[in-house]
């Protein structure tokens, strides 16, 4: 499967409600996020009672003797974006002025108004090739290491004078990731993988949640792909795969098989249930972050926005900006497009009176 394909799938499922509509930080379903496929720090998932889990794990069938897998795994790392404001304003930008930085609500800037809000950045860790035969019964660990991150956009006015900044932030985050197999029958392996926030986090009683998502793994998935070998579904398992598909164990994350209909070779384990070889919609213009809404619809709501809830929300993110953008470009055609396909027409089995 080309990895092109597998990237569009993991970006639909990665930023799954990132943002959603009317995609405005100001909107109260926009305050509280980061609710897929988070890995927290094991300080803080045992004080929530485990409701924030400290790792998720997939379990999956490979058949073939000879075969090889590589694992990938994908997530969304927080960043906290502060406004600050500069005054007096200067021509030039360094050490010196960026220290006379003070951090408020809004600065409203060459027609633009900034505020604070937490975008997020993107990693993936590559967990290397193993050939099944080694890897049976042993573990194989990847671990990574994040350290704190700190970045100041300069803010200019028309006159091209800094009048502020945006100023990002990251706090550090250790994952620890294993791979590991069992034979579970002649010609057909259980391949486990397991990922752990293994950052250290002390608890203070003082906005220790919020912290500890700082501190977090967001929308983690797992890509599975094998060589000299095939994946078996879970959902759909061949019958000689039957029992051993019900032994597999999957906690914050569901394998399913992508691709083409037919093909094996590449899983994807998401927070999100999906059935196996889950397509895009080639009519989609693009992600609208926010996969149980109707493109057509969100489209037109995105549309009726006013110029202010536009401005807002063209000033969150430069995604909800790059998506406000693409909507007010779509013609009537590329509407019409969105109004409806019938993918498959099959006949009416008996009286459905």
Not at 14 to 21: D, K, S, V
Not at 181 to 194: E, G, I, K, P, Y
Not at 233 to 255: E, F, H, I, K, Y
């Amino acid at each position: 499967m080309s990895l092109s394909t597998v990237d569009r799938l993991v970006a639909a499922t990665l930023y799954e409600g990132y943002i959603l509509y009317p995609y405005r930080p100001s909107s109260v379903k926009n305050q509280v996020r980061w609710t897929f496929g988070g890995v927290h720090p094991r300080a803080w998932s045992e004080a929530s009672g485990g409701t924030d889990p400290w790792f998720v794990q997939t379990e999956c069938l490979c058949r073939g003797d000879a075969a090889a897998v590589t694992v990938h795994v994908r997530f969304l790392q927080p960043v906290t974006r502060t406004v600050a404001k500069l005054d007096p304003p200067s021509l030039v930008f360094d050490g010196d002025v960026a220290a006379t930085l003070y951090d408020v609500d809004e600065l409203h800037v060459a027609g633009v108004t900034h505020r604070a809000w937490e975008e997020a950045t993107e990693l993936d860790i590559d967990c290397g090739r193993h050939e099944l035969a080694a890897l049976a019964g042993r573990e194989v660990v990847a671990e990574r290491s994040y350290g704190d991150q700190s970045d100041v956009e300069p803010l200019r006015d028309d006159a091209g004078l800094v009048v502020g900044a945006l100023i990002r932030e990251s706090e550090p985050l250790d994952v620890e990731i294993s791979v590991e197999a069992h034979r579970v029958a002649s010609d057909l392996t259980r391949v486990r993988v397991v990922v752990r926030n293994a950052v250290a986090f002390n608890l203070t009683g003082d906005r220790d949640r919020q912290r500890a998502l700082s501190r977090s793994l967001i929308s983690t998935h797992a890509i599975l792909t094998v060589d000299g070998g095939e994946w078996l579904s879970l959902a759909d398992p061949p019958q000689d795969a039957v029992d051993a598909a019900a032994t597999c164990r999957n906690q914050g994350l569901w394998p399913v098989l992508v691709g083409d209909a037919g093909t094996s070779d590449t899983v994807l384990a998401s927070p999100i249930i999906l059935e196996d070889h889950p397509e895009i919609a080639p009519e989609s213009s693009g992600d609208l972050f926010d996969a149980t809404e109707i493109d057509e619809i969100l489209s037109l709501r995105i549309l009726s926005l006013t110029d202010d809830e536009k401005a807002e929300m063209r000033a969150a993110d430069p995604r909800s900006r790059a998506l406000l953008d693409r909507t007010e470009a779509l013609t009537g055609d590329d509407l019409m497009r969105l109004h409806g396909t019938i993918r498959e027409v099959r006949p009416v089995i008996g009286d459905r009176r």
